[in-house]
């Protein structure tokens, strides 16, 4: 783990009392930068574009993809992101359509504030055959960066990916809790040939 991470880990859990909060933040984090290993292991190749969704210090897609192109978006204008913009707004007079061969939303969703237009925002952005990976919390608590705003269980997901194909969704269980994941792991494909349009026209 580099130091910016551990920074960011430190400012992350600086409230947390709770072993047990402790615990699934680590295993949060592993399984990340597992689940982003193993895409890349997959998908990284010579000439494909990645976007990674706000990664913040964390090492993000980077770290694993290192055949493509990486490019990066958050909603922070201090990010220093490739592109600063709110995925809940469709950014097609800034961003075009069908862009990018793989995104990486990891830990993003539950903080963005409509994620039913987020989601709409990244199948826009993929193109066809694209392939979207998400990871989000079930059971950890409340976290920075705000607003921390939901929580997914498998089927809330599956409302979201609605407008996506091939729809793969594995749970990090509790074994102290069953029904009660930790965490969720999520791979989609946008569909072939499907047409790009503004989705803000058809809400």
Same mark, same amino acid.
């Given at each position: 783990?580099?130091?910016?991470?551990?920074?960011?880990?430190?400012?992350?859990?600086?409230?947390?009392?709770?072993?047990?909060?402790?615990?699934?933040?680590?295993?949060?984090?592993? =399984?990340?930068?597992?689940?982003? $290993? #193993?895409?890349?292991?997959?998908?990284?190749?010579?000439?494909?574009? &990645? !976007?990674? *969704?706000?990664?913040?210090?964390?090492?993000?897609?980077?770290?694993?993809?290192?055949?493509?192109?990486?490019?990066?978006?958050?909603?922070?204008?201090?990010?220093?992101?490739?592109?600063?913009?709110?995925?809940?707004?469709?950014?097609?007079?800034?961003?075009?359509?069908?862009?990018?061969?793989?995104?990486?939303?990891?830990?993003?969703?539950?903080? =963005?504030?409509?994620?039913?237009? $987020? #989601?709409?925002?990244?199948?826009?952005?993929?193109?066809?055959?694209? &392939? !979207?990976? *998400?990871?989000?919390?079930?059971?950890?608590?409340?976290?920075?960066?705000?607003?921390?705003?939901?929580?997914?269980?498998?089927?809330?997901?599956?409302?979201?990916?609605?407008?996506?194909?091939?729809?793969?969704?594995?749970?990090?269980?509790?074994?102290?809790?069953?029904?009660?994941?930790?965490?969720?792991?999520?791979?989609?494909?946008?569909?072939?040939?499907?047409?790009?349009?503004?989705?803000?026209?058809?809400?």
């Amino acid at each position: 783990m580099s130091p910016d991470e551990q920074n960011l880990g430190a400012r992350s859990m600086q409230f947390i009392q709770a072993k047990v909060d402790v615990a699934h933040y680590s295993l949060i984090r592993t =399984t990340v930068k597992d689940f982003i $290993a #193993t895409l890349a292991a997959q998908f990284d190749s010579e000439g494909i574009t &990645v !976007l990674d *969704v706000a990664p913040e210090a964390h090492a993000g897609a980077q770290a694993s993809f290192t055949r493509g192109r990486i490019e990066t978006i958050d909603i922070d204008p201090d990010s220093a992101a490739t592109h600063i913009a709110d995925l809940c707004v469709c950014n097609c007079a800034r961003i075009p359509s069908a862009l990018y061969d793989v995104i990486v939303c990891t830990e993003v969703l539950e903080h =963005t504030k409509e994620p039913w237009k $987020a #989601t709409k925002e990244l199948h826009r952005l993929l193109k066809p055959g694209g &392939v !979207l990976a *998400v990871t989000t919390p079930f059971n950890f608590r409340i976290h920075g960066p705000a607003p921390d705003c939901w929580r997914f269980t498998d089927e809330g997901l599956r409302v979201l990916l609605a407008d996506f194909i091939d729809v793969r969704i594995d749970a990090v269980e509790d074994p102290q809790r069953p029904r009660m994941p930790i965490q969720y792991t999520v791979v989609a494909r946008k569909g072939l040939g499907e047409s790009e349009t503004c989705w803000a026209f058809h809400r």
